[in-house]
């Protein structure tokens, strides 16, 4: 009896493999296994690490790996699903060359790896350490001449620095970097802390906190400076035919000094010396000087270059138009200079002939704006058919100060 039992569970245990082996290769001819290469993009992690301890180095890695499984698996994986990691278990403070090892995140069979052998990097590892340290302003570029730059405020005025302690014992300031070239107001916003080794070089793998901080830079121009847009004067007139079709000043804007109160004085713009257009068919191209105050001189060249187009009359019309401001916050006033600026238009004749005053503004939007002198663009708001060639002069100066009109 007992001997048949023997030969029953002999018996089982080969049919059982059997169906066991018929089963597999009935998957396998459904899905067969195939090799996939893809391309790993990872911040390696590393594992095992002391709390007490931080590792920096290259961790940022890319390489190629063949991985083999079957298709329906190779098919959903996705290289975000493969974790590339080093172990650095029982690794004191030192330099270690660690190979990358893969885990797979997603769900079902783990794809075997058949590309050898996988890339080794170089880790170190050392005491995690802490350091607090003011916030610096660093400055790039200069403002436009006339221009001063005032005292930041920062907020935080300091950042904690975490990470190895070998990296936190070569900063030698963190700051934030500010472009002024050309800046003629205030510049404010949150900016990215970045340290910096003795020689100003930017030092990566460390963890700052707060990353950014918000940095108020006054910049404003100095007391007996101001810059003031240029304004092309003509006379004359063109030749029976052609009009004026553009106006431009190279450079557009000029700076003055001298006493205060006299620049105080100052309207937002400049004239040229009259141009003579008397009879011109063509464009004419001028070096022209400015007027200006006996007690004032120019911080720039004494006089611009002026190109003043002068076209067939296809249909064109300048406008002297006044200014119109939008957007003011409530409890504020302002003024503009000039107050009127010339609107050079062109387009269909019938249209340029219809216009009604209404139809053509020039507007100036002060949305947002504080208190102070602001130079600004201008907004020409026309009938959809006409196109503006030239704003006479392309900025405006505006007040603004406290206190209701």
Do not use: C
Not at 194 to 200: A, L, T, V
Not at 231 to 245: K, L, M
Not at 379 to 399: D, G, I, M, N, T
Request: aromatic share 4%; charged share 20%.
């Amino acid at each position: 009896m007992r001997r048949f039992l023997v030969i029953d569970r002999s018996s089982a245990a080969m049919a059982l493999a059997l169906g066991v082996t018929v089963w597999v290769v009935a998957r396998l001819q459904e899905d067969p296994f195939s090799n996939r290469t893809l391309t790993i993009v990872s911040p390696l992690e590393v594992r095992g690490l002391d709390p007490q301890l931080e590792a920096a180095g290259p961790l940022d890695q890319q390489f190629t790996v063949t991985l083999r499984a079957p298709q329906s698996v190779l098919g959903q994986l996705d290289s975000n699903e493969v974790l590339a990691f080093v172990d650095a278990a029982g690794r004191g403070p030192g330099q270690y060359t660690l190979p990358v090892q893969l885990n797979f995140s997603g769900d079902g069979l783990a794809p075997r790896v058949v590309s050898q052998p996988l890339p080794t990097v170089t880790v170190f590892i050392d005491r995690r350490g802490e350091r607090t340290l003011p916030v610096e302003v660093n400055l790039l570029g200069e403002p436009p001449p006339g221009y001063t730059i005032g005292s930041p405020t920062i907020l935080p005025t300091e950042v904690l620095l975490v990470g190895p302690q070998n990296l936190i014992d070569r900063v030698a300031k963190v700051a934030v970097d500010l472009v002024v070239q050309d800046q003629r107001s205030t510049l404010e916003g949150e900016f990215e802390i970045i340290p910096r080794d003795q020689s100003g070089r930017p030092l990566e793998g460390l963890e700052v906190e707060p990353a950014r901080v918000r940095v108020v830079l006054p910049i404003e121009a100095a007391v007996g400076f101001k810059e003031l847009s240029v304004r092309v004067v003509t006379q004359g007139r063109v030749a029976p035919g052609y009009w004026i079709s553009d106006i431009r000043a190279t450079p557009d804007t000029v700076t003055v000094f001298g006493d205060p109160e006299s620049v105080k004085e100052l309207q937002g713009f400049l004239d040229t010396q009259p141009v003579d257009v008397e009879g011109a068919a063509r464009t004419l191209i001028r070096q022209v000087g400015l007027v200006l105050p006996a007690n004032l001189s120019l911080l720039d060249a004494e006089a611009v270059r002026v190109r003043i187009e002068v076209s067939a009359i296809e249909g064109g019309q300048t406008l002297q138009l006044p200014i119109v401001l939008e957007g003011l916050g409530e409890g504020l006033r302002a003024s503009v200079s000039p107050r009127n600026v010339e609107v050079i238009l062109k387009g269909p004749l019938p249209d340029l002939l219809g216009l009604r005053p209404e139809d053509v503004q020039v507007v100036v939007d002060l949305s947002g704006l504080r208190p102070g002198t602001h130079r600004l663009a201008t907004r020409v708001v026309k009938p959809p058919s006409l196109e503006v060639q030239s704003v006479v002069p392309s900025q405006v100066e505006v007040v603004i100060t406290s206190g209701s009109l």
